[in-house]
């Protein structure tokens, strides 16, 4: 099972999150999940000079996230208004933006696309569900014409909801990058638990860590080092075995504020997941 579990790690080249590539090269990273480049970074011209930079790295490509303007994390009332698509006003346009993200991606070779789609409301007979169905809807089907699939990041909405938003769309190249800190910096469930909900959509994950609020789904929880927080990194594990994931394991620590401790952490993820890897895998 050579192949199971790449380790990698969430990156970008112009917005400063993650890794540089250099970086996780020198980590001995496999696998990065990119965070798409502004417009004027997508170009054939870019395309190319980054084809040739990740050749020369050794280093695949395995998800093109999408970010959009306007989007805030400062706290989770904010991201309830501004994230993703469910904010009607910015809707339209941010579904013509992840469209042509996803033919970045296509030009880069890279089959999946990934994003906050946002806080999808619980209730389906809310109107806003049945507006983010459908606009999810399009974009899957310009996706799945170029035989790419798309990718909702966990954590804004309890499993169950999300899992019934994944079966009601109705499309099959709808998954989920599982990302079980969210949930708990989120408050929206025990993650392993959730993991298992979804399980059948699992396609990616982000290997995250974080403590719970004392008012979980009110404040924040606190992100924390890989290993430092409740997600308990061996369970999960354990768990994206049970399911069979056998996809990448990608690290998500951003600090860019402060380069050296986040390269000190991240490495530190890196000898964690590969001991993991030995412990759990035959």
């Known amino acids: 099972m050579e192949d199971t579990w790449p380790i990698g790690v969430f990156t970008s080249f112009d917005a400063g999150l993650g890794l540089s590539l250099p970086v996780a090269r020198s980590l001995g990273l496999e696998t990065i999940q990119l965070h798409a480049p502004t417009s004027g970074a997508r170009s ?22 999408a970010g959009f303007d306007g989007e805030s994390y400062a706290d989770i009332p904010t991201v309830a208004r501004t994230i993703g698509l469910v904010p009607p006003e910015t809707r339209d346009q941010r579904c013509d933006e992840l469209k042509a993200i996803a033919d970045f991606a296509k030009g880069l070779g890279v089959d999946a ?3 906050h789609i946002g806080c999808v409301p619980h209730d389906p007979a809310d109107e806003t569900y049945a507006a983010v169905l459908a606009a999810t809807r399009d974009v899957c089907d310009h996706c799945r014409s170029q035989g ?8 804004q909405e309890p499993a169950e909801v999300l899992h019934r938003f994944l079966t009601d769309s109705e499309r099959d190249n709808l998954f989920v990058n599982f990302d079980p800190a969210n949930m708990i910096l989120y408050g929206c469930g025990e993650p392993l638990p959730a ?3 979804v399980a059948p959509f699992v396609r990616s994950v982000h290997c995250k860590d974080a403590k719970w609020s004392d008012r979980p789904g009110e404040t924040w929880g606190q992100e924390t080092p890989l290993g430092g ?10 768990v994206l075995k049970e399911i069979g994931y ?13 380069p050296e401790r986040q390269k000190a952490e991240i490495g530190q993820a890196v000898e ?3 001991s993991l890897k030995t412990e759990l895998l035959p």
């Open 44 to 65: 054939t011209e870019h395309v190319e000079k980054l084809q040739s930079d990740l050749a020369e790295s050794g280093i695949r490509v395995t998800c093109v996230f």
């Open 272 to 274: 964690l997941l590969r």
């Open 195 to 197: 993991l298992r909900e």
């Open 229 to 238: 927080g409740d997600v308990g990194m061996r369970d999960f594990l354990a």
């Open 148 to 155: 790419q699939a798309v990718h909702l990041e966990t954590g």
């Open 246 to 258: 056998r996809g990448p394991l990608t690290i998500e620590r951003e600090i860019p504020e402060e």
């Open 113 to 115: 696309v990934g994003l």
